[in-house]
């Protein structure tokens, strides 16, 4: 069985209130290996966040408008950063990179 969102929350609110699992599952009666469950998960989403990028946006559309013809591991060199850095900034940003024959 399936609980809702809003359920979850609820459940979860009555643990930040201060009552043990235990109390909490004989509440709402559902077992507590569920809301151990429920806690774990919202633990593990909370993350840590991303450190920024090395790649300034501006300067590379400016690099790329410079030297349009250029390839991915040639721009990472003068930005300090790998080619695949380059390549999810690029796609970032929206542009995509056609050589000229």
């Not at 690099?63 to 080619?83: I, N, S």
Request: charged letters at 40%.
């Amino acid at each position: 069985m399936s609980y809702s969102e809003h359920f979850r929350k609820k459940v979860l609110a009555k643990l930040e209130e201060g009552y043990s699992i235990r109390a909490v599952a004989a509440q709402f009666e559902i077992d507590k290996n569920t809301i151990v469950q429920w806690k774990k998960r919202i633990e593990i989403k909370r993350t840590r966040p991303r450190k920024p990028s090395k790649i300034d946006n501006d300067a590379l559309r400016a690099d790329v408008e410079k030297y349009p013809d250029d390839y991915q591991y040639e721009r990472a060199a003068r930005f300090g950063c790998g080619a695949s850095s380059i390549g999810d900034a690029l796609k970032r940003l929206g542009i995509t990179i056609k050589k000229r024959r």
